[in-house]
C-alpha cells in the first residue's frame, strides 16, 4: 500500500481516510490515478473539486453508509466506483451486526481492488449470469443452511461471519491454519478467477502451470473430500499451505494470495522507507538489499529477497509485543519458482518487453536454502515454545479440573 498524504496540509493519511484529521478538508480516493485527493465541496451543486487538478468529483454511492471513500468523475453515469460496482449481493442492514461486518469486509476488498489496479490486472464486472466478470456476495447463514465461502465462474461468496474476529480465530483453530484473515479471504477466492483468466485458455502458460502445480483436471470435488477427511499435515516444502496440498487448483490460490501478500507488504515498507541495516544483518549472514517498489521489479528473486530480511524483523517485532508471527510460512525454493510464475504472468500486464526466465540460479538457490533453514529454527523454537505452554496448561487445567481458556473459546462454542 502506498502513503497517501492531504494534498491541502500534508497531513499523513490512512487509506480509508474519508476526511483530513488535521485540516478538515474531504478526502476521497481516485481509483485512476491510484492517488488520495483533497477535495472541497461545490457551493452550487453536489459535486467536489480538487483543490490541485480542479476536476469534480462525486463520492461513491456506498459512501452514504461509511464503507467506501472511492471518487468517481462527476460526469460518469454510475453511483458507485469500480470496487463497490462488482458486489451483487450486500447483508440486511437493518441489522446492525450486519452492517458492522460488512463495513468491515469492505476495507479488505477495497484494498483487495488497490492491488488488482496496481497489477493492472483487467477487473470487469460480471453482468447477470455472464461466465464473464467478477461479482461478489455477501451473505448471511439462513437457518439450518450455511453459507460457504468460496469462488464460482467470478463469483465470489464471503459468509460475513468470516469479519467476526472470534468467529474467525474459531475457525483458524479448528482447521489447523497458520494465517487467517478477510484479506486473505479476497486474495485466495481472487486467485481462483485468475487462473480462469490468465491460464485456462493458454496453451503455453497452462502447461507451464501443471509443471509446477499439479493436474487440475484431477476430480476437484473429491480431491477436498479426500482432504478434509484425512488432510496432509506435512506441506514437505512442496506447498506454501496445508490447504494447498488439496488440490492444483488450491496450491495456485494459496499461492496467489501469498504473492500478493508480499507485493503489498514490500510495497508498504517501500513507502514508509523503510531500510534495514544492511551492515548489522550481514555479521549475521543475513542479505538485507535495498527495499525497492515491488511493482517495479522484473524479477520476483528480487522481491523475494527483499522481503525475507524484512519477514524476519516485522516477525521479531511482533513476538516483541506478544504476537505470534506475522508471517508464520516458510518458502522453499520450490515454492519461490511458483511465486515467480505468477509474477511473471502478473507483470506482463504492467511491464513491457520483458522476456525473463523464472528459472532460480545456483545463488539463487542458494540463498532461499539458507533462508529456509534460518526460519525452519525459528519454527522449531516456536513449536517448542507452543508445546511447552500446552503442557503446562493441561496440567494446570488437571489440578483445577477447569478448562483450559483457549479450549473453552474455540472447542465449546
Not at 478538515?24 to 481509483?31: E, Q, T
Not at 485468475?194 to 493458454?202: A, E, F, G, H, M
Amino acid at each position: 500500500m502506498k502513503l497517501f498524504s492531504c494534498k491541502h496540509c500534508n497531513n499523513t493519511l490512512y487509506f480509508e481516510n474519508s476526511i483530513c484529521l488535521s485540516c478538515r478538508n474531504p478526502i476521497g480516493f481516485d481509483s485512476s490515478q491510484l492517488l488520495m485527493l483533497t477535495i472541497q465541496k461545490n457551493k452550487t451543486d453536489s459535486f467536489y473539486t480538487d483543490i490541485q487538478s480542479k476536476k469534480t468529483y462525486k463520492y461513491c454511492q456506498n459512501a452514504q453508509e461509511a464503507t467506501c471513500n472511492w471518487l468517481i468523475p462527476a460526469e460518469s453515469t454510475s453511483n458507485f466506483c469500480i470496487a463497490c460496482e462488482l458486489n451483487r449481493t450486500i447483508p440486511p442492514l437493518t441489522i446492525a451486526q450486519n452492517r458492522e461486518r460488512w463495513h468491515k469486509i469492505e476495507i479488505a476488498k477495497h484494498r483487495l481492488i488497490y492491488s488488482l489496479l496496481k497489477l493492472q490486472l483487467p477487473i470487469k464486472k460480471k453482468v447477470n449470469n455472464s461466465p464473464e466478470g467478477i461479482a461478489f456476495d455477501f451473505t448471511v447463514d439462513h437457518h439450518a443452511k450455511s453459507v460457504t465461502t468460496g469462488h464460482q465462474s467470478g463469483l465470489i461468496t464471503i459468509n460475513i461471519k468470516e469479519a467476526d474476529e472470534a468467529e474467525r480465530a474459531k475457525n483458524k483453530y479448528d482447521l489447523n491454519e497458520k494465517y487467517r484473515t478477510l484479506l486473505g479471504h479476497f486474495r485466495h477466492e481472487i486467485g481462483h478467477y485468475y487462473w480462469d483468466v490468465l491460464i485456462k485458455n493458454n496453451p503455453k502458460k497452462l502447461k507451464k502451470f501443471r509443471e509446477l502445480f499439479g493436474d487440475e483436471t484431477v476430480n476437484y470435488q473429491q480431491a477436498l473430500r479426500n482432504y478434509y477427511n484425512n488432510p496432509n499435515k506435512n506441506t514437505s516444502n512442496h506447498y506454501i499451505s496445508i490447504y494447498a496440498t488439496s488440490h492444483p487448483w488450491e496450491d495456485w490460490a494459496e499461492s496467489w494470495a501469498h504473492y500478493m501478500h508480499l507485493m503489498d507488504t514490500v510495497e508498504t515498507a517501500f513507502n514508509f522507507g523503510i531500510q534495514l541495516d544492511t551492515e548489522s544483518l550481514q555479521q549475521r549472514n543475513i542479505s538485507a538489499p535495498k527495499i525497492s517498489d515491488p511493482y517495479q521489479v522484473k524479477k520476483f528473486i528480487d522481491i523475494f529477497n527483499m522481503w525475507v530480511p524484512l519477514g524476519f524483523a516485522v516477525n521479531g517485532l511482533s513476538r516483541s509485543m506478544g504476537h505470534p508471527e506475522f508471517y508464520p510460512f516458510v518458502i522453499s525454493e520450490e515454492i519461490v519458482e511458483k511465486l515467480s510464475f505468477i509474477h511473471k504472468i502478473c507483470k506482463k500486464h504492467r511491464l513491457s518487453n520483458d522476456s525473463e526466465s523464472i528459472e532460480l540460479t545456483a545463488k539463487d538457490k542458494k540463498n532461499i536454502a539458507e533462508e529456509q533453514i534460518q526460519a525452519a529454527s525459528q519454527e522449531t523454537i516456536n513449536t517448542s515454545e507452543q508445546k511447552q505452554i500446552q503442557s503446562q496448561n493441561q496440567d494446570s487445567a488437571s489440578k483445577t479440573n477447569k478448562p483450559f481458556l483457549f479450549g473453552s473459546l474455540f472447542k465449546n462454542k
